[in-house]
């Protein structure tokens, strides 16, 4: 018997398997049992939950000098469309 990990999406009741599937060289050609057992693994850690310190000083580059200003967006008709 032989033990292979992969990694799979459940989505709306289907399995996507999502990486491609190697075997030992020393399996034997021919018709398998293959048997599934499913563990919900946990999402991985973001390593960052906001952006680093000094990010926005470090990549603002040649508008450095400029000020940052938000411009008045307005206010939104309730009677228009909303696109």
């Known amino acids: 018997m032989y033990t292979i990990t992969l990694h799979a999406r459940v989505d709306h009741g ?3 398997i999502t990486t491609p599937i190697h075997v030992p060289a020393d399996v034997p050609d021919g018709e398998h049992e293959i ?3 499913m563990q919900t693994t946990p999402a991985p850690a ?3 939950a ?3 310190a000094g990010f926005f000083e470090q990549t603002y580059g040649a508008l450095a000098d400029l000020p ?3 411009l008045d967006h307005g206010v939104l008709d309730e009677r228009d469309p909303i696109l």
């Open 14 to 16: 289907t399995l996507h």
């Open 35 to 37: 048997v599934i057992a």
């Open 46 to 48: 973001r390593e960052h």
């Open 50 to 52: 906001t952006w680093p």
């Open 68 to 70: 940052i200003e938000r």
